[in-house]
């Protein structure tokens, strides 16, 4: 890194734990996530220039994983039986949430077709903004309205499932930590791993990297114990500070309309994805909290580390927001060029 984006980097990472230590202080769920995501949005409306490198955020994204992969344990087998009929609901909730936003968005903002597609696409930012510039939509409108989605979400979802009293138990006091140097040979196998599922083009493939070395070696004893605090702390600090960021050097009112649109979908996204959650648990006794988190369309690495946070099923969540993607992938190009072909 440069001079320049090292200082960047330094004062990012200053608000963002500024941030955290407030919302820590102010009691808020998740306060490691949601105070740097403010703090940081805050300051980039302002017209800070702040920045995660790609370095920190690609090491958080492999830590998320490394930490998921903790919790898998035999007990999770036998609680997966029950999630078949939980992944037939991830393509309904993702065709009900994509047309609902995509509706809104035409017909109270007057966004071209294309452009409201993208912008209400359920999750997968980076692949919709690429396929956004390949088109004539309105790339900020979609950049926008994503960005709103996911920094909404990371702040609305703890807040839901703290007031409705659905956080789960506290994991046991007798956990033990992970040992410094399990964690580093764990660290290097999930870099390799991840590097092979980019080169597959995996979606979330440094996560999955680090959910696959983690969760190959606890649930065969070979490592035991949870991540350390001192490296999970930071590492949702910057996750959170990452979110933020997107609005970095934005300017408010040239956004006005793209910002109150992201706004309104995001409510109905939410209060529509609340009720399929609520269907999904009922249907197969998958705890509220884990299936609300599994099932909102927020970014698929905070969405996990939301659950490690929470303690809601971490496993279940990646395993829910991994086939999201996947299926977004797949099913995007399709829905543009079905959709732009048959408008006149």
């Known amino acids: 890194m440069s001079l320049l984006e090292i200082r960047v980097f330094a004062l990012t990472a200053v608000i963002a734990a500024a941030g955290a230590a407030l919302a820590y202080l102010l009691e808020?769920?998740?306060?490691?996530?949601?105070?740097?995501a403010v703090a940081v949005t805050i300051g980039g409306l302002a017209g800070l220039d702040l920045r995660i490198p790609v370095l920190a955020r690609n090491a958080s994204f492999v830590i998320v994983g490394l930490s998921m992969g903790t919790g898998l344990t035999p007990e999770i087998f036998v609680a997966a039986r029950t999630w078949p009929l939980s992944f037939l609901m991830v393509p309904v909730?993702?065709?009900i949430l994509l047309y609902a936003a995509t509706w809104i968005l035409e017909r109270f903002f007057g966004y071209d077709r294309a452009t409201a597609l993208l912008a209400a696409s359920p999750g997968h930012l980076s692949f919709v903004i690429s396929l956004a510039a390949d088109?004539?939509?309105?790339?900020l409108a979609v950049g926008v309205i994503q960005s709103v989605r996911v920094l909404a979400l990371t702040l609305t979802v703890p807040l839901i499932v703290d007031v409705l009293g659905l956080v789960g138990l506290e994991p046991s006091a007798a956990n033990p930590t992970m040992g410094l140097v399990p964690l580093l040979a764990s660290f290097a196998v999930a870099v390799l791993l991840g590097l092979i599922f980019l080169r597959w083009k995996t979606p979330a493939a440094l996560l999955l990297g680090g959910m696959v070395a983690s969760g190959a070696t606890h649930i065969t004893d070979i490592v035991v114990g949870d991540l350390p605090a001192w490296i999970m702390v930071p590492t949702y600090v910057l996750l959170g500070a990452m979110i933020g960021s997107r609005f970095s050097g934005a300017s408010l009112k040239a956004m006005r309309t793209a910002f109150v649109a992201g706004a309104v979908v995001t409510v109905v996204v939410v209060a529509l994805a609340a009720v399929i959650a609520a269907l999904v648990s009922w249907l197969t006794s998958v705890p509220v909290d884990a299936a609300l988190i599994a099932f909102a369309p927020g970014g698929l690495e905070t969405m996990a580390a939301m659950a490690v946070m929470l303690n809601a099923q971490p496993t279940y969540v990646g395993a829910h927001h991994i086939l999201r993607l996947l299926i977004l992938s797949a099913l995007m190009p399709y829905v543009l060029r079905?959709?732009?072909?048959?408008k006149p």
């Open 338 to 342: 079905r959709d732009l072909r048959a």
């Open 135 to 139: 088109t004539k939509s309105d790339l």
């Open 93 to 95: 909730a993702i065709v």
């Open 28 to 36: 808020f769920p998740a306060p490691y996530l949601i105070g740097p």
